[in-house]
């Protein structure tokens, strides 16, 4: 009964290749988001779709690609991945409002050989 | 846009001992404050969250935090450090300068329990 699950848990694939996370949200929150958590633990958002619309793009290389097919699922797709893309990516969710918190994922580890 | 600060990386307390952890904002309106606790190997997870209705806010395991508007702090207390509050924790900030809803994190503070 996870309420935000992420796969896969761990991912490590060498410079250049394509690669997914896939996010899943059973709370019936309208927004799902994708947060970046460097080495340093400093987090940063990337994404925020509500209700499968893009309404948040944090100056994000267009080789980060995210996709809704519906409010509970958020995935993201990394083409030609480089080095500094190695950390770990986090999927969360919320309610709409500003006063709504955030709702993880356990994180995927990326590593970029 | 609204931010946050944690006053130093890395925390150090005996256990029982007092916890204060650090967090100053800055923000144009009435923030919304939070709390969140990471665990190694785990997503965040919410400690407790300031909304403007109390300016003392519970959250779980004995954690607790105070809004100053004066200081433009949101500090995090717990009378008595337990082994298993060791932990990453960030503060953060609701955007609500944005046109969505967006958090901003802190840059965390590491707390460790010395036995």
């Known amino acids: 009964d996870t309420a935000v699950s992420q796969t896969p848990k761990y991912l490590v694939t060498q410079m250049g290749n394509d690669k997914s996370i896939k996010c899943e949200q059973n709370l019936g929150h309208d927004t799902m988001y994708w947060y970046k958590q460097d080495s340093k633990k400093f987090l940063k958002i990337m994404f925020s779709?509500?209700?499968?619309?893009?309404?948040i793009n944090e100056t994000v290389p267009n080789r980060f690609s995210p996709k809704s097919p519906d409010k509970a699922h958020l995935n993201l797709h990394i083409n030609s991945l480089e080095l500094g893309d190695s950390a770990v990516y986090f999927c969360?969710?919320?309610?709409?409002?500003?006063?709504?918190?955030?709702?993880f994922g356990n994180g995927t580890r990326l590593t970029v050989t | 846009a609204q931010s946050v600060t944690q006053l130093g990386s890395h925390v150090s307390v005996s256990e029982g001992a007092l916890v204060l952890l650090r967090c100053n904002y800055s923000?144009?309106?009435?923030?919304?404050l939070f709390w969140y606790v990471q665990y190694p190997n785990q997503g965040l997870q919410l400690l407790l969250k300031?909304?403007?209705?109390?300016?003392l806010v519970k959250g779980i395991n004995g954690f607790e935090a105070e809004f100053k508007k004066s200081e433009t702090s949101f500090h995090l207390t717990k009378p008595s450090a337990h082994m298993s509050d060791a932990a990453e924790y960030f503060c953060?900030?609701?955007?609500?300068?944005?046109?969505?809803?967006?958090?901003?994190f802190g840059s965390g503070t590491r707390l460790s329990i010395r036995p």
């Open positions: 923000s144009s309106v009435p923030p919304y």
């Open positions: 969360a969710s919320s309610e709409s409002s500003y006063n709504s918190p955030l709702h």
């Open positions: 300031y909304t403007s209705a109390a300016t």
């Open positions: 779709y509500n209700n499968k619309e893009l309404i």
């Open positions: 953060a900030v609701s955007d609500r300068g944005s046109s969505a809803s967006k958090i901003i």
